[in-house]
């Protein structure tokens, strides 16, 4: 049995406070937002970037719309880049830990994912794709 959408944001809410992240209620659900300091791109600069996770509650399903926004180059930091005295750990993508938070929360009140619809476009492709290739190999055994 799944809980109310305020159960649901009500958790989400009290575990963002662990983390950057802050939760605004939607009518159809919420969003969290993070602000936070991307992966080193080229030369090692680093930026800021906006982590958006709109989220929509429907019938005990959610359904999550990412969005990543780069907002602008992060003050740089000093120290080495190379460090002898820990061992190295690979940095937790902050989108990762908010799926993670999410689906964590979900399973716990008894939220499912909801299923995007297949589009009867690809059905069709895929279809064509199998005809196609049954016909070429009936093509090679009659030559």
């Given at each position: 049995m799944t809980s109310s959408p305020e159960a649901f944001v009500a958790k989400v809410r009290k575990?963002?406070?662990?983390g950057p992240?802050?939760?605004e209620r939607t009518p159809d659900g919420f969003v969290l937002t993070a602000e936070v300091v991307g992966p080193p791109r080229a030369r090692g600069r680093r930026h800021r970037e906006r982590l958006t996770h709109?989220?929509?509650l429907a019938e005990g399903t959610y359904r999550?719309?990412?969005t990543r926004e780069t907002l602008d180059e992060a003050p740089e930091q000093g120290g080495s880049l190379l460090r002898?005295?820990?061992?190295?750990?690979?940095?937790?993508?902050p989108a990762v830990e908010a799926h993670r938070m999410l689906t964590?929360?979900?399973a716990e009140l008894g939220w499912a994912p909801a299923r995007a619809a297949v589009s009867p476009h690809l059905v069709l492709g895929i279809i064509a794709a199998f005809c196609l290739v049954v016909?070429?190999?009936?093509?090679?055994?009659?030559?």
């Open positions: 575990a963002a406070k662990a992240y802050t939760v709109a989220v929509v999550v719309t990412d002898l005295d820990r061992r190295a750990e690979a940095p937790v993508d964590g929360i979900a016909l070429v190999v009936a093509l090679l055994l009659v030559l």
